[in-house]
């Protein structure tokens, strides 16, 4: 009677240990949806003149969608779709423009949440990373492909909800022409449960 008991008693520990470690593994690393808006500057100009927002910024139906899949605690894989407008009479590679052209960017960013250094993550406000992978912009009828470098915080508004914010340097390797630019990102992210979206990572 005691050997069963004692077997009883093993197997509900490990049904509980796997059950906690799955839990875990998911709270740390989650899907996270994103929903924003983004600001652009391709003026081309000098440092100085990046907070000229009147010339330099286009904010058009600047509609922002991302979707992460956290790993590893530290790492997030990133595919964001961006789209914005730039707009007749401001600055794109220092010229002025004559009509309104339509901005299509899709990226795929490796993320490294660089604050895990020093920051317990289970207890945080904020979370700061970087990013670095390719990208393609579709300025109307011409396509850019790009080397993207960037940094961003996630501050915590709640076990679900982080408000985002992220600046991301496109530079241009191919394209006709090639063209590099600035793209900041503002939005709130949403970490899903495991039982929305796979876990298979």
């Known amino acids: 009677m005691n ?12 049904i509980f240990t796997t059950t906690t470690i799955a839990q875990q593994r998911n709270y740390e690393n989650p899907w996270i949806l994103g929903v924003g808006v ?6 081309a ?3 100085g003149d990046l907070f000229d927002f009147k010339s330099n910024y286009h904010f058009q139906t600047p509609i922002s969608l991302s979707l992460e899949k956290r790993f590893r605690n530290d790492f997030g894989l990133e595919g964001r779709f961006n789209f914005n407008r730039q707009l007749e009479g401001k600055q794109v590679n220092s010229t002025t423009l004559d009509q309104d052209v ?29 990013a ?12 850019v492909i790009s080397f993207n470098l960037g940094a961003g915080i ?18 241009g390797i191919s394209g006709n022409p090639v063209n590099s630019y600035i793209q900041f990102n503002f939005g709130f992210i949403f970490r899903l449960s495991s039982s929305r979206l796979c876990s298979c990572i």
């Open 3 to 14: 050997f069963y008991r004692f077997q009883f008693v093993f197997v509900l520990s490990i």
């Open 38 to 43: 983004n600001l652009i500057n391709d003026s």
């Open 45 to 47: 100009q000098s440092v």
């Open 102 to 130: 339509s901005v299509i960017a899709l990226d795929g960013h490796l993320k490294y949440y660089i604050s895990n250094l020093w920051l317990n993550p289970r207890r945080a406000i904020y979370e700061g990373y970087l």
């Open 132 to 143: 670095a992978g390719p990208g393609m912009t579709f300025f109307d009828s011409e396509d």
């Open 154 to 171: 996630n501050w915590f508004l709640s076990e679900q909800t982080r408000f985002n914010m992220q600046a991301v340097f496109k530079k």
